[in-house]
């Protein structure tokens, strides 16, 4: 009993540990702490506060104030990033990368960055071809571990 109870945390660990990298954090903050509502709302990236934190998908998310946060904890899936904040175009061949917050675009209502503002304009080129590639490779990315 004791090496199926020990077998079974082993293994609710292991998932739980595998998922932290689902989302691109740096800085111990999911992408690099910037506030992703901003994005849409001032059309620019907006560095993020700890003061006004949200935890989602086992990740502190940072905001640049009250308003923001609450509307992320309200509809958090309308403001994260594609593809956990990685690099868009590297999730369309296949890795993660990490992301500039500079390169970035909304496509559809969607978030979307990239490695940098190099790599964003190669992605602007065939957005539709690179996302279409990019949702069918997250399935097998998604929970790999990124160096």
Do not use: H
């Not at 909304?106 to 979307?112: A, E, M, N, P, R």
């Amino acid at each position: 009993m004791k090496s199926i109870l020990l077998g079974l945390s082993l293994f609710v660990y292991a998932g739980l540990f595998a998922q932290q990298d689902e989302i691109y954090v740096k800085d111990k903050a999911a992408i690099g702490g910037y506030d992703v509502v901003s994005y849409f709302k001032d059309g620019k990236p907006v560095k993020g506060s700890p003061d006004f934190s949200v935890m989602y998908k086992g990740t502190n998310w940072f905001f640049s104030n009250r308003a923001n946060a609450d509307l992320f904890k309200a509809t958090p899936g309308k403001y994260e990033p594609q593809y956990g904040g990685y690099c868009a175009f590297g999730c369309s061949r296949g890795y993660k990368a990490k992301t500039s917050p500079d390169a970035w675009t909304i496509v559809d209502g969607k978030l979307y960055l990239n490695y940098n503002t190099d790599v964003r304009e190669t992605w602007n080129k065939d957005q539709r071809v690179y996302i279409k590639k990019a949702d069918a490779n997250w399935i097998d990315i998604k929970y790999k571990k990124y160096n």
